[in-house]
């Protein structure tokens, strides 16, 4: 228990043997209950795994298996809990659990979310870039600034789990995006945290060159399937100047999409929900 809240942790891992030991037996004390979700590993990662809470898929993506997680939370925590993610391959700090739980133990997010700051000194070049480009591109879908997408060291409101809909949920590596301009097309409010990336010898499964394109198009189309979602089903004063600006900027100028932007900002932080609901 941290507090009145309970912590929940869901870890996905796939073919992690070598580190999933260690982040298993680093893990705060105030954790109440793991999920390993192992994704069709090769090797021993179930066999660590099998004292705690496991899930077993086989290989449906990093995305699926943090779904699965936070669904078998939903099943064995009845009280208010908090579901933090923690990849299986050591690279988020225990120590900033803490952090990362805060906001939503001191009712001031729903959702929280981890932003590397040591990030541009640890990745190569070509990530970096992706990251750039991937940050820009989720910053517009969610109508707020997302300044590192990509990290996937998270926590989440019980709440919020309860109403999310897990059926149309996103499977594979652009799991955090997906889920960034989600919960800012329901209204849920997001703050961001500075953790620690710990880099020792893991290998990323992510291929720059097919993960770039494919979920830079989700963003954009997820863009506007938010705003017209928004339009019909929670609309704000600001979402009128939303659409003038949209049109006027393809009739005459461009340029208008940097107001279409800010009025969109201005939507979405209207529509936030009360975190005292």
């Known amino acids: 228990m941290y507090g009145d809240w309970k912590i929940g942790v869901v870890i996905p891992a796939k073919d992690e043997e070598k580190h999933l030991k260690n982040v298993l037996e680093t893990l705060p004390e105030y954790v109440d209950h793991v999920v390993v979700v192992d994704d069709g590993s090769k090797d021993k990662t179930a066999e660590i795994a099998v004292n705690h809470n496991l899930v077993q898929l086989n290989g449906e993506g990093v995305g699926a298996a943090i779904d699965a997680g936070h669904q078998k939370l939903l099943e064995i925590i009845d009280d208010k809990f908090i579901s933090v993610v923690v990849a299986g391959d050591g690279q988020m700090d225990p120590d900033d659990m803490e952090s990362v739980i805060s906001p939503i133990t001191e009712s001031r997010a729903h959702h929280v979310k981890g932003e590397r700051l040591d990030r541009g000194t640890k990745m190569p070049l070509i990530r970096q870039i992706g990251t750039l480009i991937l ?143």
């Open 135 to 277: 940050g820009f591109l989720t910053t517009l879908a969610c109508g707020q600034r997302i300044a590192d997408p990509q990290c996937g060291y998270t926590a989440t409101n019980s709440e919020v789990l309860k109403h999310w809909k897990w059926e149309k949920s996103w499977k594979g590596y652009g799991y955090p995006n997906f889920w960034l301009m989600k919960l800012a097309t329901k209204g849920w409010k997001i703050q961001h945290v500075p953790v620690r990336a710990i880099y020792s010898g893991q290998k990323s499964g992510l291929k720059i060159i097919s993960f770039l394109p494919k979920v830079s198009i989700m963003l954009l189309i997820g863009l506007h399937a938010r705003i017209i979602s928004n339009t019909v089903s929670n609309p704000s004063f600001f979402i009128i100047f939303v659409w003038a600006t949209y049109v006027l900027a393809w009739i005459y100028n461009p340029v208008l999409l940097v107001l279409t932007h800010i009025f969109d900002r201005l939507h979405v932080n209207s529509i936030t929900r009360d975190l005292n609901d």
